[in-house]
């Protein structure tokens, strides 16, 4: 059995040699570079070396782990198993916007037990393991404590290929344009989903996500003190497709109206 404190440690060590390397690519990287995968979906040398690193340093450290990646794909162990982003946000930082992020968790059984969040242009760090408070660059984080949407800021992500649920996506956005502080789309969904665990969002939904997406920014909201769903408000919101995570005060108002509309 792993040592989740000292394993997260070295994952954090892992995420930020992975950023330290995506960082210096930005310095000469233009849009030519990349690739498309499929429609909006963008890919480069960047992710792809970034991914390797950090398996390739996954593997030393738990050599019994399989792996579910976004590049790579899905090579899974028994009982653990990684699940990585090397880049999310790839389309920030393929255009220069300065918001993306390597993201990792460790899932044992169905359990995810470790997460960590490196943004890499603000260098911050936001990391949790099994039965741990959440942290942020070695500072303890919570969720924030705003009881209702009116007081919130949001967050959420754009669909940028699977445009069948757009008719109620769009009233569920005008209804919280109208009724809150204001919606935000920062481009990384790990990146949304750390800034609810440390309370600059009270809230983040969005459809159309894989696992690498959410696996440890969500785990990192739940040690920070928040709630984690679908939009069924249960819990298949790892290979569900679908999140709403809050900071559990605003969760059940968000959720009546993500099932309004959604």
Known sequence: MPEYKQLTEKVTEIAKIAGTFINEQSQH????????KGLHDLVSYVDRTAEEMILNALTHLLPEAGFIAEESGTK????FN???DPLDGTTNFVHGVPIYSVSIALMQNEQIVLGVVYEISRDECFYAWKDSPAWLN??????????NLTDSLIATGFPYNDFSRMTGYLQLFDDLMRNSRGLRRLGSAAVD???VACGRFEAFYEYGLNPW?????????E???GEVADFLHDKNW????????SNKHTHNELMDKIKQYL
């Open 138 to 147: 070695g500072e303890n984080i919570r969720v924030s404590s705003t009881q």
């Open 193 to 195: 989903l750390a800034y």
């Open 82 to 84: 990684w699940i990585v």
């Open 238 to 245: 790892l290979f569900g497709g679908e999140i709403c995570a």
């Open 213 to 221: 997406d959410v696996a440890a920014g969500s785990f990192i909201v």
């Open 29 to 36: 990287f233009s849009a030519e570079m990349t690739e498309q």
């Open 76 to 79: 899974k162990a028994a009982e």
């Open 223 to 225: 040690q920070a003190g």
